[in-house]
């Protein structure tokens, strides 16, 4: 979106070398892309957009701010179907789609998860679940100009009938618990069949919208049906007489104010597991999309790179050239990149792919053994060469080299520090962390850590490092400022890879020689619990928004599902 629509006295402000100058511009973009003129809001969010990268911290976070609250907004951000029984025909909720006018301009809809449909009518979201798994966790997500934002939606089918009167009755409890209102509701049996011919790949909601009804926080929902005026109706089957009808009431809205995902999530001590997912041969090393909805597995003796559709659970296998070791993907999602090489060292490379068409595009040619590779704060490529001694950079745009940095033997993995700007890299065969300056290239400093480490993870605030000692079933913390070493904390046996919760408060450790995960205090490096997964855990992924953990597990060619948030 240009910027000649901006207001000049705007871009003056925006542009001075005064910080006070551009904080005052910030304010302005912030105004305006509060607004109803909806080009104007789309540029001024753009604008916004690249203030972030101010050299003013305070003017860069002061326009993230800004996009933060003129962004989409969806309330409430979860819904809970609960159990519900397997004749259960449909259940549905409404969500309100808050923000400025841009919110629900020209926006679009992606829906993640078995039997899952959505419609967006205006600001309001309607969603409907036909239960056809025995469970399901998928999500809505509204994209568009203001940004995006999702709903996360779970349900499962548990047997046994529910009458008619038990729904009643839950009902009338809810209404006395005092706090919820209930809106006018209906119970309805199933419909009968709809013979109607659909065009593939269009989302038709089947029968009328229904209520969701939270029993107190317990998060059970019934197949209830609101009398929804001014909406658009949706494709139905005649509708029966109501059982019965509650009270006539509306519940109240409520203000919620948008903030990132791994802050609205609160890692626990004692993760569990929910289940697993078969992928390829002895997976290794895997990563988690962007946008949450994906898991990128490498799996070693297989060649291929498992897609495993998060919501679904349905797994896309990749054909690769080489033996796939270590992934993870763009900032925006777009690539992803695979580090590949034989176990006699050769077909060293990284394997560019797609994420759309999961075409491979490039396979570009790296030094000898690359390890465990990770995205820069600056989008570019950092890719460990374990038999070199050096992390290789790499230009996503231009697939070409774009640096070289020598550091101590081995490089296993990198992590980074924004704000500091310094990668870290675990150096296994002369236990140390290397504390690189990302503007120099130059390593500031080798930290002794416990013996041979062989994964490291950088907090989310960039401020601890999490270091995994293989040879000393221990974990090691750095103060990534003052570079001091806390530990050796004790884990499990072998442990093989490190991960921070999406909040930072804990640390994950994977203990590859007794099938663990050990979780410990993000803070303080104390093991909090001790969690067993698959056989041979190789490599650990947390989501996005802090709810979900994926852990590769190598010899049962699976990867364990661990919930670490709620």
Do not use: C
């Not at 990770?374 to 070199?388: E, F, M, N, Q, T």
């Not at 605030?461 to 570079?483: E, H, K, P, W, Y």
Request: charged residues 20%; proline residues 8%; aromatic residues 4%.
């Amino acid at each position: 979106m240009s910027e000649l629509r901006i207001p000049p006295h705007v871009l003056t402000e925006i542009g001075s070398p005064i910080r006070e100058k551009r904080l005052s511009g910030v304010d302005e973009l912030t105004r305006i892309a509060a607004g109803a003129d909806l080009q104007l809001a789309a540029a001024a969010r753009a604008v916004l957009q690249r203030m972030t990268e101010d050299d003013s911290r305070s003017v860069a976070a002061s326009a993230a701010a800004s996009l933060e609250r003129t962004a989409v907004r969806l309330n409430p951000d979860r819904i809970d179907f609960g159990q519900v029984t397997p004749e259960t025909p449909r259940l549905a909720a409404e969500v309100a789609v808050d923000g400025p006018p841009l919110a629900v301009a020209a926006a679009t809809l992606t829906v993640s998860g078995p039997g899952l449909r959505a419609m967006l009518d205006g600001r309001r979201l309607h969603i409907v679940w036909q239960p056809r798994s025995d469970w399901l966790d998928g999500s809505v997500t509204v994209r568009g100009p203001a940004g995006w934002a999702d709903v996360r939606v779970t349900g499962q089918i548990a047997s046994g009938p529910m009458s008619t009167t038990a729904v009643e009755a839950r009902l009338r409890a809810v209404d006395s618990l005092g706090g919820l209102r209930i809106p006018q509701v209906t119970v309805l049996p199933p419909d009968p069949p709809v013979r109607r011919r659909r065009r593939a790949g269009t989302a038709v909601l089947a029968g009328s919208l229904v209520a969701l009804v939270v029993l107190g926080g317990a998060g059970v929902a019934m197949a209830l049906t609101m009398r929804d005026r001014g909406s658009p109706a949706p494709v139905a089957a005649p509708t029966p007489a109501p059982v019965s009808v509650a009270p006539t009431t509306q519940l109240p809205p409520s203000a919620v104010a948008r903030e990132p995902l791994a802050k609205r999530i609160a890692s626990v001590d004692k993760p569990t597991v929910a289940g697993t997912i078969k992928v390829g041969n002895e997976p290794e090393g895997l990563t988690v999309s962007p946008d949450g909805r994906t898991v990128y597995v490498a799996n070693q003796s297989a060649r291929i790179l498992s897609v495993v559709d998060v919501g679904t659970r349905q797994v896309t296998s990749v054909k690769l050239r080489d033996t796939p070791r270590f992934v993870t993907t763009s900032r925006d999602g777009k690539l992803v990149f695979v580090s590949m090489y034989e176990t006699d060292l050769t077909g060293s490379g990284v394997a560019v792919i797609d994420a759309a068409s999961h075409k491979v595009l490039r396979n570009l040619v790296t030094g000898t053994q690359p390890y465990a590779l990770s995205i820069g704060p600056d989008g570019k490529l950092w890719v460990p060469i374990h038999s070199a001694g050096r992390v290789e950079i790499y230009d996503p745009g231009t697939m070409k080299a774009d640096g070289r940095i020598q550091t101590p033997p081995n490089p296993h993995s990198v992590g980074f520090s924004p704000d500091l700007m310094r990668a870290f890299t675990p150096d296994h065969e002369s236990n140390v962390v290397s504390a690189i300056d990302m503007g120099t290239g130059k390593v500031i400093r080798s930290v002794p850590v416990s013996n041979a480490p062989h994964s490291l993870a950088v907090s989310p605030d960039g401020r601890r490092v999490l270091v995994a000692a293989f040879g000393a079933n221990a974990a090691n913390l750095i103060d990534a400022s003052t570079l001091k070493r806390t530990g050796p904390f004790k884990v499990g046996k072998e442990p093989q890879s490190a991960a921070f919760s999406a909040d930072g408060d804990h640390g994950y450790i994977v203990n590859e020689g007794d099938n663990t995960i050990s979780v410990l205090d993000g803070h303080t490096g104390k093991v909090t619990a001790t969690v067993k997964v698959g056989h041979s855990p190789r490599y650990i992924a947390v989501s996005p928004d802090g709810r979900s953990a994926y852990v590769s597990d190598g010899e049962d060619d699976t990867i364990s599902v661990l919930r670490v948030g709620e």
